[in-house]
């Protein structure tokens, strides 16, 4: 096993383990960031957490860890 399939094993098992806080904070970070450029990127910032939520969640192959 290599160095990134060990990493990406672990990623697997932190996101199936801690799906709804790691969503929760992608949430909060984009709020953060939303309210730091006064709402004009807003739309952008949802389109990116979503993107990023999508994409830890299939990390196993399964869409079931995440919610949007």
Request: net charge negative.
């Amino acid at each position: 096993m290599n160095l990134f399939d060990n990493i990406k094993d672990k990623a697997e098992g932190l996101v199936d383990s801690q799906g709804d806080k790691i969503g929760e904070g992608l949430d909060k970070v984009g709020d953060l960031v939303d309210e730091k450029t006064g709402g004009k990127y807003g739309d952008q910032i949802d389109s990116g957490v979503d993107k990023a939520k999508d994409g830890l969640d299939s990390l196993d192959g399964q869409d079931d860890d995440i919610n949007n």
